[in-house]
């Protein structure tokens, strides 16, 4: 396997990892190393800051957003969560569709990325954050009210006990119906 952190990986580690992901174990290895080259701690798991640091990373305006999305469940990953994370944004190929690389991990992951305050529905506030931090002050308050109205609207909003409008992990879904989301939420490895 050539590298000193490729070796810390078994056969049977790889083969695991690769059920689950879909990664080839070319892929495997890159990731490895990389995980292990921002693992500055040597723990053998990640924290946000650890993603946060990442110069071509941290200029993304939705950087905090996709970190959130991925520490969903706890404040470190180890190395098959980092791997599980970032399959969902490999390139769907029908031989290696797995659990979490497919359509409904892709649009978990967006959902996710969206519901700022993990209360599994998006709400206006949410939108607003996550939209605020893509576009800035570029738009008009009154605009970006208009937009996000129109998309909850869209999606046919439920209405929370205090009056509020939400929309719910299978509306956001439909309104995917016609988006290729496999398309648009890969990227090589």
Known sequence: M???TSIMLRP???QTISDKTGFTTREIVRLYNRFACLDKTRSGSLRREDLQNIPEFSVNPLCGRVIE???WDSDEVNFMQFA???STFRPIRKATVTEF????GKIRFLFRLYDVDKDNRLSKDDFHEVLSGLVGGTVDPDEMEKVIMRAIDEAGADINTSGELFITYDQFKKTLDHVDVETRLSMPF
């Open 101 to 104: 690389n497919n359509r409904e």
């Open 84 to 86: 599980i994370l970032l």
């Open 2 to 4: 050539g590298s000193k």
């Open 12 to 14: 049977e580690e790889i």
């Open 69 to 71: 999305a991925f520490f």
